[in-house]
Protein backbone atom coordinates (compact mmCIF):
# COMPACT_ATOMS: atom_id res chain seq x y z
CA UNK A 1 0.00 0.00 0.00
CA UNK A 2 2.64 2.53 0.68
CA UNK A 3 6.20 2.63 -0.52
CA UNK A 4 8.91 0.77 0.67
CA UNK A 5 10.70 3.24 2.55
CA UNK A 6 7.33 4.38 4.12
CA UNK A 7 7.09 0.79 5.33
CA UNK A 8 10.46 0.39 6.25
CA UNK A 9 10.62 3.40 8.47
CA UNK A 10 6.98 2.64 9.97
CA UNK A 11 8.43 -0.93 10.79
CA UNK A 12 11.40 0.26 12.54
CA UNK A 13 9.84 2.44 14.38
CA UNK A 14 7.11 -0.03 15.41
CA UNK A 15 9.95 -2.81 16.50
CA UNK A 16 11.85 0.15 18.38
CA UNK A 17 9.01 1.39 20.01
CA UNK A 18 8.33 -2.22 21.31
CA UNK A 19 11.65 -2.62 22.08
CA UNK A 20 11.39 1.08 24.53
CA UNK A 21 7.62 0.17 26.01
CA UNK A 22 6.89 3.79 24.39
CA UNK A 23 3.64 4.78 22.47
CA UNK A 24 2.95 7.56 19.97
CA UNK A 25 0.37 9.13 18.53
CA UNK A 26 0.02 11.39 15.84
CA UNK A 27 -1.95 14.55 15.35
CA UNK A 28 -1.94 15.33 11.36
CA UNK A 29 -3.81 17.86 9.45
CA UNK A 30 -2.57 17.98 5.51
CA UNK A 31 -1.66 14.26 5.89
CA UNK A 32 -5.02 13.23 6.70
CA UNK A 33 -4.43 10.51 8.82
CA UNK A 34 -1.55 8.80 6.59
CA UNK A 35 1.08 8.23 9.29
CA UNK A 36 -1.16 6.72 11.69
CA UNK A 37 -2.21 4.59 8.35
CA UNK A 38 1.75 4.16 7.74
CA UNK A 39 2.16 2.76 10.82
CA UNK A 40 -1.24 0.70 11.48
CA UNK A 41 -0.01 -1.53 8.06
CA UNK A 42 2.76 -3.01 10.06
CA UNK A 43 1.38 -6.32 12.34
CA UNK A 44 1.75 -5.32 15.98
CA UNK A 45 1.61 -1.51 15.81
CA UNK A 46 -1.25 -1.97 18.27
CA UNK A 47 1.57 -2.67 20.90
CA UNK A 48 2.65 1.00 19.78
CA UNK A 49 0.05 3.55 18.50
CA UNK A 50 -2.07 4.34 21.31
CA UNK A 51 -4.13 6.48 19.55
CA UNK A 52 -4.50 9.26 16.26
CA UNK A 53 -5.65 12.84 15.58
CA UNK A 54 -6.82 14.00 12.06
CA UNK A 55 -7.85 17.74 12.97
CA UNK A 56 -7.84 19.36 9.83
CA UNK A 57 -9.86 22.00 10.89
CA UNK A 58 -8.88 24.91 13.11
CA UNK A 59 -11.92 23.86 15.11
CA UNK A 60 -10.85 20.09 15.87
CA UNK A 61 -7.55 21.49 16.11
CA UNK A 62 -9.02 23.81 18.98
CA UNK A 63 -11.00 20.81 20.36
CA UNK A 64 -9.47 18.05 20.16
CA UNK A 65 -5.67 19.02 21.17
CA UNK A 66 -6.33 22.04 23.17
CA UNK A 67 -4.52 24.91 20.42
CA UNK A 68 -5.95 28.14 21.42
CA UNK A 69 -8.35 29.29 18.67
CA UNK A 70 -6.25 32.87 19.29
CA UNK A 71 -3.29 30.93 18.38
CA UNK A 72 -4.72 30.12 14.90
CA UNK A 73 -6.45 33.25 14.44
CA UNK A 74 -2.33 34.67 15.09
CA UNK A 75 -0.26 32.65 13.71
CA UNK A 76 -2.56 30.84 11.12
CA UNK A 77 -2.54 26.68 11.19
CA UNK A 78 0.26 26.37 8.99
CA UNK A 79 2.75 27.90 11.56
CA UNK A 80 5.44 26.63 14.15
CA UNK A 81 3.35 27.55 17.34
CA UNK A 82 0.61 25.56 16.07
CA UNK A 83 2.54 22.32 15.14
CA UNK A 84 4.28 22.96 18.54
CA UNK A 85 0.33 23.16 20.57
CA UNK A 86 -0.47 20.19 18.14
CA UNK A 87 2.02 17.61 19.23
CA UNK A 88 1.87 18.52 22.67
CA UNK A 89 -1.91 18.20 23.09
CA UNK A 90 -1.75 15.29 21.44
CA UNK A 91 0.22 13.46 24.48
CA UNK A 92 -1.78 15.43 26.76
CA UNK A 93 -5.08 13.94 25.49
CA UNK A 94 -3.97 11.05 25.18
CA UNK A 95 -1.88 7.57 27.04
CA UNK A 96 1.33 8.26 24.58
CA UNK A 97 4.51 9.18 25.37
CA UNK A 98 5.21 10.59 22.61
CA UNK A 99 3.93 12.35 19.37
CA UNK A 100 4.11 14.29 16.25
CA UNK A 101 2.48 16.94 14.64
CA UNK A 102 2.05 17.89 10.61
CA UNK A 103 0.08 21.17 9.50
CA UNK A 104 1.00 22.29 5.98
CA UNK A 105 -0.09 22.94 2.81
CA UNK A 106 -0.18 19.98 0.29
CA UNK A 107 -2.13 22.18 -2.80
CA UNK A 108 -2.80 22.53 -5.30
CA UNK A 109 -4.62 25.40 -4.28
CA UNK A 110 -4.43 26.98 -0.69
CA UNK A 111 -0.79 28.45 -0.83
CA UNK A 112 0.38 32.35 -0.40
CA UNK A 113 3.21 33.78 -1.00
CA UNK A 114 4.37 33.65 3.18
CA UNK A 115 2.85 30.04 2.80
CA UNK A 116 3.80 28.56 -0.24
CA UNK A 117 2.16 25.06 -1.41
CA UNK A 118 4.52 22.55 0.18
CA UNK A 119 5.41 24.27 3.16
CA UNK A 120 4.77 21.78 6.21
CA UNK A 121 5.33 22.34 10.06
CA UNK A 122 6.42 19.27 11.93
CA UNK A 123 7.06 19.13 15.76
CA UNK A 124 7.61 16.23 18.21
CA UNK A 125 7.03 16.17 21.45
CA UNK A 126 7.58 13.88 24.38
CA UNK A 127 6.52 13.20 27.95
CA UNK A 128 9.16 15.46 30.40
CA UNK A 129 10.85 16.57 27.18
CA UNK A 130 10.45 19.68 25.22
CA UNK A 131 8.87 19.84 22.11
CA UNK A 132 10.90 20.07 18.96
CA UNK A 133 9.90 22.00 15.47
CA UNK A 134 10.86 20.96 11.86
CA UNK A 135 9.92 22.83 8.81
CA UNK A 136 10.35 21.69 5.49
CA UNK A 137 9.45 23.22 2.36
CA UNK A 138 8.81 20.21 -0.13
CA UNK A 139 7.85 22.70 -3.15
CA UNK A 140 4.68 22.44 -5.69
CA UNK A 141 5.80 18.55 -6.39
CA UNK A 142 1.79 17.91 -6.43
CA UNK A 143 -0.22 16.98 -3.33
CA UNK A 144 0.55 13.01 -3.26
CA UNK A 145 3.91 13.90 -3.33
CA UNK A 146 4.30 16.47 -0.86
CA UNK A 147 1.75 14.23 1.68
CA UNK A 148 3.99 11.30 0.95
CA UNK A 149 7.45 13.16 2.08
CA UNK A 150 5.68 14.36 4.96
CA UNK A 151 4.63 11.03 6.40
CA UNK A 152 9.10 10.32 5.75
CA UNK A 153 9.71 12.93 7.84
CA UNK A 154 7.07 12.38 10.28
CA UNK A 155 8.25 8.87 10.70
CA UNK A 156 11.52 9.84 10.89
CA UNK A 157 11.26 12.69 13.68
CA UNK A 158 8.99 9.84 15.89
CA UNK A 159 12.14 7.37 15.53
CA UNK A 160 14.94 10.00 16.70
CA UNK A 161 12.46 10.66 19.91
CA UNK A 162 12.35 7.10 20.70
CA UNK A 163 15.93 8.01 22.21
Known sequence: MFPLEIETLARLLVDEARERRLRVTTAESCTGGLVSAAITAISGSSDVLERSFVTYSNRA????????????ADYGAVSEPVARMMAEGAVNNSNAHIAVSITGVAGPTGGTTLKPVGLVHFATFRTNHSVIHRVERFGDLGRDEIRMEAVKVALEMLRDRLT
Open 61 to 72: KSEMLDVPGDMI
